[in-house]
């Protein structure tokens, strides 16, 4: 029975994991000191036009998923002095709110006559959509009606302005995705069609009539190329015929998480269709080792067919984007492999960008750190925090985007259709019926346990990493189906029943596909979901001439970085000796190879002990000699 919807028992709680771990930081730490630095930087008071020359266009989008974030988490993490804060906030931005339901701090103060002027770029619709969804979460979280009002009269008016030219509304589009994922939101929460139907105008027209944005871009930007900004902005083509993900992939993956919505609300098949096809074209084709997406900072956004860089791009936002429309399809179409990708770039390129404290970001998540003595590249990179984390962004999409997805954890665990339940990501929780314990994402054992009886069909997701698993019910070794992913367990559990899901999880060598030519020859290290890396505060300064020889023997170790305890990676490794650094290249018979023992920890820690170099790819040696001892004798003689 398709699709799922998500499930969330309200008396689950999570227990003690590495993922409420980062919550906990998010709810404690990362939200307070986000409030301290947009009141800074003059978020805060945008709504006041206390100073209006500090205020910019997008402000009210960061506060609101700020607003969202506080919502998701405040009734396990109560802050009350943070929550008067937001409360006047909000109070300040019902104050500006326009006859006609208006409501924008930048064109109300700054320039309220470029109101509605410049969709493609203003980013108008973008702000409207973030503040419905944090409307929503505090109507959910605290009952605070009088803020859901004040954006359904919004959203009513976004509804009536726009809308195909026959209906004598204004025929234009949104130049960053966003609207459309809060309005289908608000159409599932209120039930009211015309949220849907704007949704879906939106998404469907776009790319097939841009004049609206070609005239905009004539009379803001003359010299911009006008077809450029239509495939940065997924409007150089009707939505069924996009094939292949291109532009800012924040706003394409926004742009398909709707497209997956309007599919599923209006049973196209045509249009879910197409998210398959993009989907399956970013993971085959765009997607680095982390999960990360957008590999230039040239267009934030998708380039070429396996043109991944180590040292460059993944916003933050755009895994999370990525995370999202992955959700979307595992919820639709109800496979594991959709949820693979949700784990892996939460695990990997989301969490790397906050640090361990919970005080910084990285906008930018690359493979590679190469820290400048001088500093330079601190410098080049001063908005995106290259080498080591910032306090702020001058544009701070990424701060609270990871905050509140962290806070909203709880609603992409579980889902259910009918009497089916499917358990997609390992966190550990507990309810009244039942219980799931684990050391996952460190530990490969998930321990379900129940307290009360249950008939449902109860689907746990194989990771796609996963080789080899075993499944007990009640000390009994299951032999179950495997279905999209899941494995099916049909057979009732009675209270006090434990089923046991035993995953192997050996760190291995991970290879790209050979046309990823910037990392032939190149190997990186997995553990489970974890991607890990080297560092040099571990590896010492000459962490670029490591190499990995054959298939080493991992060794963990308990290790801490800031409140986290996780297994490092210990191995033997080889070090090329260059005998003067005075001379750009030298001959490879001058050189000299070492043995040494290296030391991998998570790719998400990395930059948490101060700027120094890092590397997720290294060169391999493949040992092809079996007097190395890692061929089989067998094969070996196969081979002579
Ligand atoms: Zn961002």
Redesign the pocket.
């Known amino acids: 029975m398709l699709p799922l919807e998500p499930y969330v028992p309200h008396d689950l709680r999570l227990e003690p994991s590495l993922l409420a771990e980062r919550r906990r930081t998010v709810a404690q730490t990362t939200l307070p000191h986000i409030y301290a630095q947009y009141l800074k930087a003059g978020r805060v008071e945008a709504p006041l036009g206390k100073a209006p020359e500090k205020i910019h266009f997008f402000y009210d989008s960061d506060m609101a998923k700020l607003l969202e974030a506080f919502a998701c988490c405040a009734e396990e993490f109560p802050n009350p002095q943070l929550q008067a804060r937001l409360e006047a906030y909000i109070d300040s931005l019902l104050a500006i709110q326009e006859e006609d339901g208006y409501i924008n701090s930048y064109f109300h103060h700054v320039n309220p006559e470029g109101k509605w002027r410049w969709l493609h770029s203003h980013h108008e619709l973008y702000c409207a959509g973030h503040l419905i969804e944090a409307a929503i979460a505090w109507h959910q979280a605290f009952g605070r009606k009088d803020f859901l009002d004040a954006m359904c009269r919004y959203a009513d008016l976004i509804c009536e302005r726009f809308g195909p030219a026959e209906e004598g509304k204004v025929y234009n589009f949104p130049g960053h995705q966003e609207i459309e994922l809060a309005l289908y939101k608000l159409y599932r929460y209120t039930g009211e069609e015309r949220y849907l139907r704007t949704s879906e105008f939106f998404v469907r027209e776009r790319g097939r009539d841009m004049r609206a944005w070609r005239e905009e871009l004539a009379e803001l930007s003359p010299r911009h190329n006008a077809e450029d900004f239509m495939v940065y902005a997924q409007a150089h083509l009707p939505p069924e015929l996009q094939e292949t993900a291109e532009g800012h992939a924040?706003r394409a993956c926004y742009y398909y998480c709707a497209v997956a919505d309007i599919a599923h609300a209006t049973r196209d098949a045509v249009l879910a269709d197409v998210c398959r096809k993009l989907w399956d074209h970013i993971t085959q084709r765009r997607m680095n080792v982390a999960g990360g997406i957008g590999s230039t900072p040239a267009n934030e956004g998708f380039t070429r067919d396996f043109d991944l860089p180590e040292e460059y791009y993944y916003?933050?936002?755009?895994q999370?984007a990525l995370f999202l429309f992955s959700w979307r399809l595992a919820m639709y179409e109800a496979q594991a492999k959709y949820v693979d990708v949700m784990e892996l770039t939460l695990y990997n390129s989301i969490l790397s960008g906050l640090s361990a404290d919970g005080k910084g970001f990285f906008?930018s998540n690359p493979l590679l750190a190469f820290p400048r003595e001088d500093g330079s590249d601190v410098q080049f990179h001063k908005h995106f925090g290259m080498c080591e984390r910032v306090e702020d962004?001058a544009?701070?999409?990424?701060p609270p985007?990871v905050a509140r997805l962290l806070g909203g954890l709880t609603q992409y665990m579980l889902a259910q259709t009918g009497d089916d339940l499917y358990v997609n990501l390992y966190i550990p929780f507990s309810t009244p019926a039942f219980s799931l314990a684990s050391a996952y994402p460190f530990g490969n054992v998930i321990e379900l346990e129940w307290h009360t009886n249950d008939t449902r069909r109860l689907y746990l997701r194989i990771p796609g990493w996963c080789r080899h698993f075993e499944l007990t019910l009640r000390n009994r070794l299951l032999q179950p189906e495997i279905h999209n992913g899941y494995v099916v367990i049909g057979e009732p559990r009675q209270a006090g029943d434990r089923l046991v899901l035993s995953l192997d999880m050996p760190a291995q060598l991970i290879l790209s596909h050979p046309d990823v030519y910037r990392c032939s020859g190149m190997v990186a290290i997995r553990r489970g979901p974890l991607l890990y890396c080297l560092e040099e505060v571990d590896n010492g300064k000459n962490l670029f001439s490591i190499r990995i020889p054959g298939h080493p023997r991992f060794d963990e170790m308990d290790m801490t970085i800031g409140e986290i305890r996780f297994p490092a990676l210990r191995f033997d490794a080889e070090q090329v000796i260059y005998p003067d650094s005075s001379r750009l290249y030298c001959p490879v018979d001058e050189t000299e190879v070492i043995a040494c023992e290296a030391k991998a920890i998570p790719y998400f820690l990395w930059g948490n002990r101060g700027r120094n170099r890092m590397r997720v790819w290294f060169p391999h040696r493949p040992v092809c000699s079996s007097s190395q001892g890692d061929i089989p004798a067998s094969s070996a003689s196969q081979e002579q």
Not at 315 to 318: K, L, P, Q, S, V
Not at 395 to 398: A, E, I, K, L, Y
């Open positions: 924040v916003e933050t936002c755009a999370i906008y962004f544009c701070s999409c990424c985007n």
